[in-house]
């Protein structure tokens, strides 16, 4: 069973990827009303999902037990992101063919987040 999460944090609002070094950093940016709403997802960089919940305002990332580990999804919202805002803007020629962790740092490098 995963203990911590892997950093960076992607995180994906309706296909708004950003990423953030650690869940506390992730968790600041995100609004209570849309966790509530449903609409983040959110990974570490391995592709283990990660709850995320509400205390009043407050925004919580956590390590999800009930949650396996799915890197083809993370890296599926990552290509889509990638083809959305053009394959050359991101550096990554190929988004297809990359595995995941090529994923992960191209679009951190592309945001500026890593």
């Known amino acids: 069973m995963l203990q911590t999460e892997v950093p960076p944090i992607v995180t994906d609002e309706d296909g708004d990827i950003n990423i953030y070094p650690s ?18 997802m959110v990974f570490d960089s391995k592709g283990n999902r990660l709850a ?5 305002e407050a925004v919580r990332i956590e390590i999800d037990p009930t949650s396996s ?14 083809l959305r ?12 063919n990359a595995g995941l ?14």
């Open 23 to 40: 869940a506390d950093e992730a968790q600041r940016d995100m609004e209570a009303i849309d966790v509530r709403d449903g609409v983040y």
């Open 52 to 56: 995320v919940t509400t205390e009043g």
């Open 69 to 82: 580990t799915d890197p083809d999804d993370l890296a599926r919202r990552l290509r889509q992101f990638i």
């Open 85 to 96: 805002v053009g394959p050359e803007r991101v550096g990554l020629a190929d988004p297809e």
């Open 101 to 114: 962790q090529e994923l992960v740092d191209s679009v951190a490098a592309f945001l500026g987040s890593k």
